[in-house]
C-alpha cells in the first residue's frame, strides 16, 4: 500500500506563506492522482486541489485557485502545495491523498484510497 507523511505546516502570520510537502512511499507514485484537502473541527473534510500523475494537469477548488499552488516531483516521489497569502480562514488540517490516476471523481473524498495523518496550518491575524 501507499504510505503518505504530510510536513511543512506550523503557525503563519496572514498574509504569509507555507509550502507543505507530501512524501509518498514506494515507485509507484507516478501511477496516481495526489490530492490536498482540509478539514477543521467539526466540519467536513474538502478538497483543495490535486495533480494529475505527470503533473501536467491541476484542479483547485474556487475558494483557493488564486492562492494555492500544487506541483509534484516525481523523482523525489513527493507534492507540494505552496499556499500564499495566507488568510485566517486557511487554518486547518491538511491531508494529501492518492487515487488511482484513472479515477474520475478527482474532487470527492471518498474516492481517494491512500491519506496522509495531515499537517496542522493555523493562520494567526
Known amino acids: 500500500q501507499v504510505e503518505l507523511v504530510e510536513s511543512g505546516g506550523g503557525l503563519v502570520q496572514a498574509g504569509g506563506s507555507l509550502r507543505l510537502s507530501c512524501a509518498a512511499s514506494?515507485?509507484?507514485?507516478?501511477?496516481?492522482?495526489m490530492g490536498w484537502f482540509r478539514q477543521d473541527p467539526g466540519k467536513e473534510r474538502v478538497f483543495v486541489g490535486a495533480?494529475?500523475?505527470?503533473?501536467?494537469?491541476?484542479y483547485y477548488a474556487d475558494s483557493v485557485k488564486d492562492r494555492f499552488t500544487i506541483s509534484r516531483d516525481n523523482a523525489k516521489n513527493t507534492v507540494y502545495l505552496e499556499i500564499n497569502s495566507l488568510k485566517p480562514e486557511d487554518t486547518a488540517v491538511y491531508y494529501c491523498?492518492?487515487?488511482?490516476?484513472?479515477?474520475?471523481?478527482?474532487?470527492?473524498?471518498?474516492?481517494?484510497?491512500?491519506w496522509g495523518r495531515g499537517t496542522q496550518v493555523t493562520v494567526s491575524s
Open positions: 491523498a492518492a487515487q488511482y490516476s484513472l479515477e474520475s471523481r478527482t474532487r470527492l473524498a471518498e474516492a481517494y484510497e491512500y
Open positions: 514506494g515507485r509507484t507514485f507516478s501511477n496516481y492522482r
Open positions: 495533480i494529475s500523475w505527470n503533473g501536467r494537469t491541476t
